[in-house]
């Protein structure tokens, strides 16, 4: 048991966490036109990042007012996913160690 929340711990959530900001700053360079859109790899891993970040967000935007174009849910993901991480699964691994 507490392998697994240690892997969840330090791998998930960190990869989690990296997947979410990769996937804000490549949506910033396809709005500001500095990747082509169009390109095979470029459109392929926004996919990928869609696909893997998205059933998150959704949830959190639906929840969200709308705020004129700025999207602020891949930050309130992310402090989620922290929160997810210090309170509660470090509690568990405390709670199991002692």
């Given at each position: 048991?507490?392998?697994?929340?240690?892997?969840?711990?330090?791998?998930?959530?960190?990869?989690?966490?990296?997947?979410?900001?990769?996937?804000?700053?490549?949506?910033?360079?396809?709005?500001?036109?500095?990747?082509?859109?169009?390109?095979?790899?470029?459109?392929?891993?926004?996919?990928?990042?869609?696909?893997?970040?998205?059933?998150?967000?959704?949830p959190?935007?639906?929840?969200?007012?709308?705020?004129?174009?700025?999207?602020?849910s891949?930050v309130?993901?992310?402090?989620?996913?922290?929160?997810?991480?210090?309170?509660?699964?470090?509690?568990?691994?405390?709670?199991?160690?002692?």
């Open positions: 048991m507490l392998s697994v929340l240690h892997f969840i711990d330090q791998y998930l959530i960190s990869l989690l966490i990296w997947i979410i900001i990769g996937s804000a700053i490549l949506s910033w360079l396809i709005a500001f036109n500095v990747v082509n859109p169009y390109n095979q790899f470029v459109r392929s891993l926004w996919d990928l990042f869609h696909r893997v970040t998205e059933p998150m967000l959704r959190i935007r639906r929840l969200l007012p709308d705020m004129g174009g700025i999207d602020i891949p309130i993901l992310i402090l989620i996913l922290v929160f997810i991480r210090v309170v509660v699964i470090q509690d568990w691994l405390a709670r199991a160690l002692s």
